[in-house]
């Protein structure tokens, strides 16, 4: 998976030397020679794992931590400002990923996951606004995009998904219990790659806002247009 997750930054962002199909896949097949596996062994992984989030989830906490302290290694590039606590400010965007995304028919693994876990809990109450704004989704689109917020509270974990219907501003609010600490705030926007019948889905300006508890800023007119609650998939459940 670390070797995977290097080749598909590659070709994101090295996308001038990487244009055509024919030259990403070259570099997908360089991963899989190096790890003696097909692509077909690789698709089944992928397969298994989207049916087991969990595991999946910690495992690519893991090798994120890996890249980050190689990137730390190289001495020009600082640690995430936002790894530790920030409860002392009203609200502040705490997405540390890439601002855009997009979905394309050969990728191997159309899924953006996102892991965000402090090294000191964020303040208990918070509540967590991930917004951003989505093209290209055809009406008759087999398969849409979901996704999912979730913030884990000591013995309890707060979640909320939703499907993407169609183009516009997509916005998914958890209010985490005033009682517990924030641990962890994780999720995923992802797209089944079976169904082929679009060309590109881009999702842009992502962010991921912490407010306080009790903050107003949540009631702003900013989030009049906010995605009711009834609309959501939303669970509580205690953790196993």
């Known amino acids: 998976m670390y070797d995977m997750l290097l080749a ?19 570099v997908y097949d360089a991963v899989f020679a190096k790890h003696e596996i097909t692509q077909a062994q690789y698709d089944s992984a992928l397969i298994w794992y989207g049916q ?24 020009d590039i600082k640690p995430n400002p936002l790894s530790g606590d920030i409860s002392a400010k009203d609200s502040i965007d705490i997405w540390v990923y890439e601002r855009s995304f997009a979905f394309e028919p050969q990728k191997l693994f159309n899924t953006l996951a996102f892991n965000i876990e402090p090294e000191r809990p964020y303040s208990a109450g918070s ?16 398969h849409k995009p979901k996704i999912s ?4 509270q000591s ?48 999702i842009d300006d992502i962010h991921l806002l912490k407010y306080n508890h009790g903050s107003k800023s949540l009631t702003a007119p900013d989030f009049r247009d906010a995605i009711p609650a009834e609309e959501l998939d939303l669970a509580l459940e205690p953790l196993r």
Do not use: C
């Not at 509540?127 to 087999?142: A, E, I, N």
């Not at 917020?149 to 884990?152: G, H, I, K």
């Open 149 to 152: 917020l979730n913030a884990v």
């Open 52 to 75: 087991n989030m969990d595991l999946y989830y910690r495992i690519n906490t893991l090798v994120l931590k890996d890249i980050d302290e190689n990137i730390d290694a190289l001495g």
């Open 155 to 202: 013995d309890t974990t707060v979640s909320v998904s939703r499907e993407i219907t169609g183009d516009g501003y997509y916005e998914l609010i958890v209010r985490t219990v005033a009682a517990k600490e924030v641990k962890r705030l994780y999720g995923y926007v992802t797209l089944n790659n079976a169904d082929i019948a679009y060309h590109r889905i881009y």
């Open 8 to 26: 598909e930054a590659m070709v994101e962002i090295v996308n001038k030397d990487y244009r055509t199909a024919y030259e990403r896949q070259t």
């Open 127 to 142: 509540s967590y606004v991930l917004g951003f704004t989505v093209w290209g989704v055809r009406p008759d689109l087999k």
